[in-house]
């Protein structure tokens, strides 16, 4: 049967392609040439537009395109105190790619005070009378780059108590946007993603972290900051081994992570990325714990083919050997535009892979 809170049988994990005139607008402020005022009334209309678009694909769940951010995670980690912007001597390297060379710096403690993506939050609850979902990255994003994050020392001599204030500055932001009514959100966690990829670990390892640790470690941050939401709201995460330009991080099933995912970290649902074979098979999904929620990501945001219906239902089929399927949702294995470049496709196809996971999932769930 179909759900009435989420995560829904059709959901999507929040980024949409930008409109050609939001990237426009975006680079006439980056030079200097706009008011901030003026961006953001064009980012005002591009996201009502899209909220439209999402409703009329039969989307329950409404975000707004992380429309206003350049990255999935990094604009939100220089909102909080004691953070700043970074420009690294290169990006980080993808298959093929190394994105650009953003990052961030910790420079003070740590800490939560307000954001500005209260407000965007506000603008898309205020917007649709669907359940409007925010997204931001889990706490790991800020250390789990294989570059190093620099940290300054004289604030954060070891990394006991900078990990005790990230795991403190979470839990007042996400009680922030539950305090601004947000009842749907999602952590974005590419992090415990990449610990199941052998190449990452030894990365890590060479850097001076015990790989071993991290994934407890990044699941016990989350566990903190959901520690106070209210009864009625709804946590979900998002894995990915990395989404910049149609191109990925790493590769690996998720047996490697799947104690912490399953019997440690305490969220609602998981979106699992599963549109290749660079996620493993469906086995992991057997410690789902009863209660929760598993979002399959089988219909892939990196390329524009549309996938053929039958073989997504026989790949839900496949995965429900695993577990119920009633515990099971579907959804694109990740956002469309995890940074503001986007990923190879049209807008058009992006549209028709999301009206048809709404397709499906009428047909499973009924």
Known sequence: MQRTKPPFRADHVGSLLRPAALKAARERRAKGEIEAAELKAVEDRAIADVIKKQEEA?????????????????????????????????????????????????????????????????????????????????????????????????????????????????????????????????????????????????????RGDDPDALGPLYGELINVAISDIPPDMTITMHLCRGNYKSTFMGTGGYEAEQEVLFNKIMVHGYFMEYDTERAGGFEPLRRLPKGRMAVLGLVTTKTGALEGKDAIKHRIEEAAKFTDLDQLCLSPQCGFASTEEGNILAEDQQWAKLRMIGEVARDVWG
Not at 87 to 109: H, L, P, S
Not at 113 to 133: D, I, R
Not at 142 to 167: A, E, N, Q, S, V
């Open 58 to 206: 039969g989307l329950q769940s409404i975000t707004d395109g992380e429309f206003r951010r350049s990255w999935w995670h990094l604009d939100f980690l220089w909102g909080l105190d004691g953070v700043e912007r970074h420009v690294m001597d290169g990006g980080i390297a993808f298959a093929g790619v190394q994105t650009r060379n953003e990052g961030v710096k910790v420079t003070g403690k740590l800490g939560f005070s307000g954001h500005p993506m209260l407000e965007h939050f506000k603008f898309v609850k205020a917007h649709t009378a669907h359940t409007p979902k925010m997204t931001i990255p889990a706490p790991s994003a800020i250390y789990g780059r294989p570059i190093g994050t620099p940290i300054d020392k004289t604030i954060y001599p070891t990394l006991d108590k900078f990990f005790g204030d990230l795991g403190q500055a979470y839990k007042k932001a996400v009680r922030a946007f539950a305090d601004a009514g947000c009842r749907y959100l999602q952590l974005d966690e590419v992090f415990i993603a990449m610990l199941c990829d052998p190449k990452y670990r030894a990365q890590m390892k060479d």
